[in-house]
Structure formats: C-alpha cells, structure tokens
Nanobody
Framework: QVQLVESGGGLVQPGGSLRLSCTAS????????MGWHRQAPGKQRELVAA???????HYTDSVKGRFTISIDNSKNTMYLQMNSLNPDDTGVYYC??????WGQGTQVTVSS
C-alpha cells in the first residue's frame, strides 16, 4: 500500500520561505510523476509544481522563479522549496503520485 506523508507547513510572514517534504512508502518517488497541489479556502485544488520520472519539471505561472520542486532518491522524498511567499500562496498543500495517490495535506499560511 502506497502512503505519502507531507510535512513542513506552517505560518510564515510575506517574503518568507518554507520547504515542504513528501515522503513515500510502498513506492519509489521516481516510479511515477509526482506533484504538489494546493487548495486555497473557497477555491478548487490546483497543480503548483510537478516532476516527471525523467526529472523534467513544470510550474504553474504564479510560482515560477519562486518555488522549486526536487527529489532525493536516497530519502524517497519529494520537496517543494517555496521562497518569496505571499498571502496568495496560503492553502493546504498536497503531494500526489501518479493519478490517484494523495497525501493528507499540510497547511501553509502566509500572513503578517
């Protein structure tokens, strides 16, 4: 059974940084495409960043240049480094593997 566990969320001031982690068990993080999605209050869940097994990455326009998705094979973990955070980045961040496997989510709040 595949399980994804996110961590690293929290409260941060505008302009600050956070690094989210998603550790997989029961599957390799390199086996399938993986991504970070977020859901802001009252909004639909959206894709923020994704990484293919080839290492190719994709970012939604609003986070380009500020967020970096990466994988550490030795830890079977995917990361999302988030810099220059602003209040629009607030939401629950979920990691996803393949088409249907989701983590439980971690809350990110950007506020002064």
């Amino acid at each position: 059974q595949v399980q994804l566990v996110e961590s690293g969320g929290g409260l941060v001031q505008p302009g600050g940084s956070l690094r989210l982690s998603c550790t997989a068990s029961g599957s390799s993080v390199r086996a399938y495409a993986m991504g970070w999605h977020r859901q802001a209050p009252g909004k639909q869940r959206e894709l923020v960043a994704a990484i293919a097994p080839t290492g190719r990455t994709h970012y939604t326009d609003s986070v380009k240049g500020r967020f970096t998705i990466s994988i550490d094979n030795s830890k079977n973990t995917m990361y999302l480094q988030m810099n220059s955070l602003n209040p629009d980045d607030t939401g629950v961040y979920y990691c996803k593997q393949g088409l249907n496997t989701w983590g439980q989510g971690t809350q990110v709040t950007v506020s002064s």
